[in-house]
């Protein structure tokens, strides 16, 4: 089977580690869960992943605790609130650093600055420097770049694959079909079997680094305030650069990972080919090697000694949130239908981060002051949800995770005034038909929306104007 070369960020693969998935908890467990405690046993999904060539990974334990739950809602939460624009300012984590037009190779310490770290997730790389031999671009902001470099953009990827007798296997290579290579002959097709098949559009970063600090806790603690039939689901993954420590996932279209420098370090390597400390195998063109040593690669493993996806990781730190639009009197209305109707369960309004000082990420970060005891508003409880949109890809292609194939990250509508192409697969043209696609779990939220008035249901779509 061609799979385990790639990562699950943006590959979707995860060699080498394990995940725990928690399904939904029970309401029995909603205690424990809210104490703190770990889940019992019985209650988890316990994969464990390849082994070979990573046992310096944690595979079980419990996570690393980082803290009370901090408070989230649908209503503005007392404290500070995190810095928002799209004017490629610092939100003070790093300094802005030197002015960016003057920033040259020559003259580039990637880690010292919000420009700085700017420059190396805007660089475009070339085959020397490790690019490819598959790839899909040649810069992270070739990709996450409107309205400011570290938002989204149009650029969607596919990912294919097949089932058979009931159990889903990734296409040769792994589940991310690279779209372009260094040479011809390497180009990966898909192959005409691999009838599971999804785009998935490239997310908003910028404000990110809010979300990294939001503790488990509180996703928890988001999750039990759910209604069963609406509840969503946690995956427990892997903190690459922190031994491996289980944490929440957070970021992707499946809550593929918990750190920033987890999901550069995939994103390095299956996005660009740039293989690095945290992923140093080179990918395949359909299972075939086509790394250093062979003809297509020049360039030994790794090509990041680290340097890079760390700069990337600490530059979206310091990014801002998406700003709001202009809030008008519709929009207003519209936040109370929307919180009325139930969508608001879902697209969570308000979260508050964790302390400055907490450590997260499996002890490898602590929660910067820039970035601790704020309020974000990114509508959204990053927990997976089956509203009857999912793309039929699990997290794993294992049977554990079979259930993981229906659901999707609720969508955080945070700048979604920035982006027009709607859902996972870019595939919904206007808020109205994004909203119509929403089925499952999210079946009561849509017939109270549908209930509402035609005017009333322009004032919801004034609101999600205004994100
Ligand atoms: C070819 C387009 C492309 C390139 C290049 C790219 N990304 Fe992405 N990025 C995506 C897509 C698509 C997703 C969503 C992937 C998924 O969930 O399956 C994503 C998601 C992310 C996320 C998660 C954001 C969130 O909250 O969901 C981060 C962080 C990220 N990318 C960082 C990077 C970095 C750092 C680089 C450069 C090393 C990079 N990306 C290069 C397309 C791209
Ligand atoms: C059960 C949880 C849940 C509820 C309730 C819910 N949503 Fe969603 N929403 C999601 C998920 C999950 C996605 C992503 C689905 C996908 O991409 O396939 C999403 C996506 C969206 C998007 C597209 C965002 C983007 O960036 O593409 C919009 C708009 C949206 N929801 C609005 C609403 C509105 C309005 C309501 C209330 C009528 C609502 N949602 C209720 C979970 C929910």
Avoid at 116 to 123: A, I, K, L, Q
Avoid at 256 to 273: C, I, P, R, T
């Amino acid at each position: 089977m061609g799979g385990w070369r790639k990562g699950r960020g943006h590959g979707m693969k995860m060699a080498k580690r394990s995940v725990l998935v928690f399904a939904a908890f029970t309401p029995f467990l909603a205690a424990t869960a809210f104490s703190g405690a770990t889940p019992a046993a019985e209650n988890q999904i316990v994969f464990y992943g390849q082994k070979s060539r990573a046992q310096r990974f944690r595979h079980d334990g419990p996570a690393a605790p980082e803290g009370p739950a901090g408070s989230f809602g649908t209503r503005a939460l007392p404290g500070q609130e995190a810095m928002t624009g799209y004017d490629s300012l610092t939100n003070g984590y790093l300094k802005q650093g030197p002015a960016y037009d003057t920033i040259n190779e020559d003259n580039l310490r990637p880690l010292r600055s919000y420009n700085e770290g700017r420059f190396v997730f805007e660089e475009v790389e070339s085959v020397e420097k490790g690019l490819g031999p598959t790839y899909n671009a040649q810069s992270c902001s070739a990709c996450h770049q409107s309205v400011a470099t570290g938002g989204a953009s149009q650029v969607a990827e596919h990912r294919t694959g097949r089932v058979v007798d009931g159990q889903f296997f990734e296409s040769l290579g792994g589940s991310l079909i690279q779209s372009r290579a260094t040479h011809p002959e390497i180009v990966e097709r898909v192959s005409p079997e691999d009838d599971v098949r999804t785009f998935r559009m490239s997310t908003n970063a910028l404000g990110d680094g809010y979300v990294e600090c939001i503790a488990d806790s509180t996703l928890t603690a988001i999750q039990m305030n759910q209604p069963t039939e609406v509840r969503g689901s946690t995956a427990s993954v892997p903190v690459l650069e922190g031994d491996g420590t289980p944490r929440f996932g957070r970021f992707g279209w499946k809550d593929q990972h918990a750190s920033l420098v987890s999901f550069a370090g995939d994103a390095y390597l299956n996005e660009m080919g740039i293989t690095n400390p945290l992923f140093p195998d080179e990918n395949t063109s359909s299972g075939l090697f086509v790394g250093f040593g062979t003809i297509y690669d020049p360039t030994p493993e790794p090509e990041d000694e680290g340097t890079d996806i760390t700069a990337f990781g600490n530059f979206l730190r310091s990014t801002k949130a998406p700003s709001r639009g202009s809030i008008t009197d519709d929009a207003i209305a519209g936040e109370a239908l929307f919180d009325q109707v139930g969508c608001a369960v879902c697209h969570v309004a308000s979260i508050r981060t964790a302390a400055a000082g907490t450590k997260i990420n499996g002890n490898s970060f602590t929660v910067p002051h820039a970035l601790g005891s704020m309020t974000i508003h990114p509508y959204s409880d990053f927990l997976l949800h089956d509203i009857g949109t999912g793309d039929g890809i699990p997290i794993l292609p294992q049977p554990e995770y079979a259930t993981t194939a229906p659901q999707i990250r609720t969508a955080p509508l945070w700048g979604l005034r920035t982006r027009n192409r709607l859902m996972h697969d870019g595939l919904s043209f206007t808020r109205q038909e994004a909203i119509a696609r929403h089925a499952g779990q999210a079946s009561g939220a849509v017939a109270a929306y549908s209930a509402l008035t035609s005017d009333q249901q322009t004032q919801v779509i004034a609101f999600l104007d205004s994100l």
